[in-house]
């Protein structure tokens, strides 16, 4: 398989030697595009001042402009670059120097959500720092000091857990205290499922907790999923993995025509009740990530599911609309519909009445975010490599 001069960044040794059927190299050269595009794209996002990303790219009628700086999405496209770069790919930002930066002030994170996210980074450049990460953060005493924490939030326990988990897969010498962390963090997300495949936002404290507890957004469920997928092989926790599995078969359940990734799902039946929006990010990003994780655990292929939601950014979609403007290096982050009608749809679903969504009401936004590209290069960037279980989604 030749590459062209614009697929000349992901270009790999293993790649000219494969024989791919049309099918596969069409999806192989899509793959190799929106990888290309994001590495471009989070190149223009980069602030060299800072050695941060932006928070935002938004479309204006003269060009395209970055918007703020965000920790947060620093430290998730640094994980998307790394992935790159550990595949054989070469950007033009210095991810050591980038991930320094962030180390000097570890204390500027405010919440278990990034500290989690930062000793996940830790494990994947430097595992090494990882500890001094943990002691400079009081990551023991994290759970009684961050709002997060305290509403026990599924999204945010869910990074702390993976990044827990991957730390003790390394720490042998302090695995027995990491294995007592995790173990209570992973007890805190078990608190949130509602025992029909889907997890709630928050746990059950309040009035508004208590609702909040009962829907659970999609990120409420893919980052569990890929937690518990790495926890259960970790500490060989059979629980874990029948959750996650359960969990990643009711999102599949629910999928839409079209390879949609739905917003909102009731924890408390299972069922999906809110449609829109539905974001770029979780078509090529977060969903291919937890069910690649989820199929290495669980053995259970979900390469299907995986290739439909692709095709949604593609233009197979309720618009047919692409949602990938390569002259911008953008994929538009989402459809949307206008809360006050998106909140109708999810009431009526609520009492399991019609929820058709009129397409007319529909609109695109023409944003797009550094995560977005930083798990989109974790999930897909080494996705060509023939010995990665990756490969799956070749069948």
Not at 27 to 54: A, P, Q, T, W, Y
Not at 213 to 242: C, H, N, T, W
């Given at each position: 398989?030749?590459?062209?001069?614009?697929?000349?960044?992901?270009?790999?040794?293993?790649?000219?030697?494969?024989?791919?059927?049309?099918?596969?190299?069409?999806?192989?050269?899509?793959?190799?595009?929106?990888?290309?595009?994001?590495?471009?794209?989070?190149?223009?996002?980069?602030?060299?001042?800072?050695?941060?990303?932006?928070?935002?790219?938004?479309?204006?009628?003269?060009?395209?402009?970055?918007?703020?700086?965000?920790l947060r999405y620093t430290i998730i496209s640094l994980m998307g670059l790394h992935k790159f770069e550990s595949c054989g790919g070469k950007s033009n930002?210095?991810?050591?120097?980038?991930?320094?930066?962030?180390?000097?002030?570890?204390?500027?994170?405010?919440?278990?959500?990034?500290?989690?996210?930062?000793?996940?980074?830790?494990?994947?450049?430097?595992?090494?720092?990882?500890?001094?990460?943990?002691?400079?953060?009081?990551?023991?005493?994290?759970?009684?000091?961050?709002?997060?924490?305290?509403?026990?939030?599924?999204?945010?326990?869910?990074?702390?857990?993976?990044?827990?988990?991957?730390?003790?897969?390394?720490?042998?010498?302090?695995?027995?205290?990491?294995?007592?962390?995790?173990?209570?963090?992973?007890?805190?997300?078990?608190?949130?499922?509602?025992?029909?495949?889907?997890?709630?936002?928050?746990?059950?404290?309040?009035?508004?907790?208590?609702?909040?507890?009962?829907?659970?957004?999609?990120?409420?469920?893919?980052?569990?999923?890929?937690?518990?997928?790495?926890?259960?092989?970790?500490?060989?926790?059979?629980?874990?993995?029948?959750?996650?599995?359960?969990?990643?078969?009711?999102?599949?359940?629910?999928?839409?025509?079209?390879?949609?990734?739905?917003?909102?799902?009731?924890?408390?039946?299972?069922?999906?009740?809110?449609?829109?929006?539905?974001?770029?990010?979780?078509?090529?990003?977060?969903?291919?990530?937890?069910?690649?994780?989820?199929?290495?655990?669980?053995?259970?292929?979900?390469?299907?599911?995986?290739?439909?939601?692709?095709?949604?950014?593609?233009?197979?979609?309720?618009?047919?609309?692409?949602?990938?403007?390569?002259?911008?290096?953008?994929?538009?982050?989402?459809?949307?519909?206008?809360?006050?009608?998106?909140?109708?749809?999810?009431?009526?679903?609520?009492?399991?009445?019609?929820?058709?969504?009129?397409?007319?009401?529909?609109?695109?936004?023409?944003?797009?975010?550094?995560?977005?590209?930083?798990?989109?290069?974790?999930?897909?960037?080494?996705?060509?490599?023939?010995?990665?279980?990756?490969?799956?989604?070749?069948?």
């Amino acid at each position: 398989m030749q590459l062209n001069k614009a697929d000349s960044k992901i270009n790999r040794s293993n790649q000219s030697s494969m024989v791919l059927s049309n099918e596969t190299q069409e999806l192989r050269s899509f793959l190799i595009k929106i990888i290309n595009l994001s590495i471009n794209g989070l190149e223009k996002m980069f602030d060299v001042k800072s050695h941060l990303f932006c928070f935002r790219a938004k479309r204006s009628e003269d060009g395209v402009h970055n918007e703020g700086l965000s920790l947060r999405y620093t430290i998730i496209s640094l994980m998307g670059l790394h992935k790159f770069e550990s595949c054989g790919g070469k950007s033009n930002i210095n991810i050591r120097k980038a991930f320094s930066y962030i180390l000097e002030k570890p204390d500027r994170l405010d919440n278990i959500g990034d500290v989690g996210l930062l000793l996940w980074l830790c494990f994947l450049i430097e595992p090494t720092e990882a500890g001094y990460v943990f002691k400079k953060l009081r990551v023991k005493s994290l759970m009684n000091r961050y709002k997060d924490a305290i509403e026990g939030r599924t999204m945010e326990l869910s990074w702390l857990l993976t990044g827990l988990t991957y730390l003790a897969s390394y720490e042998t010498k302090n695995i027995k205290e990491l294995k007592s962390l995790a173990e209570g963090i992973y007890e805190k997300i078990l608190n949130n499922y509602g025992g029909h495949g889907i997890f709630g936002h928050v746990k059950k404290s309040s009035y508004s907790g208590f609702f909040r507890s009962r829907i659970g957004s999609f990120a409420d469920q893919v980052y569990p999923i890929y937690a518990l997928s790495m926890y259960s092989g970790v500490f060989r926790d059979q629980k874990a993995i029948e959750i996650g599995l359960k969990c990643g078969e009711s999102i599949c359940r629910s999928q839409g025509e079209f390879g949609q990734w739905w917003w909102h799902y009731d924890a408390s039946s299972g069922r999906m009740i809110g449609k829109y929006p539905v974001f770029s990010v979780h078509q090529d990003g977060m969903a291919p990530m937890a069910l690649f994780a989820l199929g290495k655990a669980s053995g259970k292929d979900f390469s299907n599911y995986i290739k439909k939601g692709l095709n949604w950014i593609a233009g197979n979609n309720e618009l047919n609309v692409n949602m990938i403007d390569e002259s911008r290096n953008a994929i538009w982050r989402s459809m949307y519909l206008k809360k006050t009608i998106a909140y109708r749809y999810e009431l009526l679903s609520l009492f399991n009445l019609n929820t058709q969504v009129d397409n007319r009401n529909l609109s695109v936004l023409y944003e797009f975010r550094p995560y977005h590209f930083g798990w989109l290069l974790y999930a897909l960037c080494d996705i060509s490599d023939t010995k990665n279980e990756r490969s799956l989604i070749f069948k």
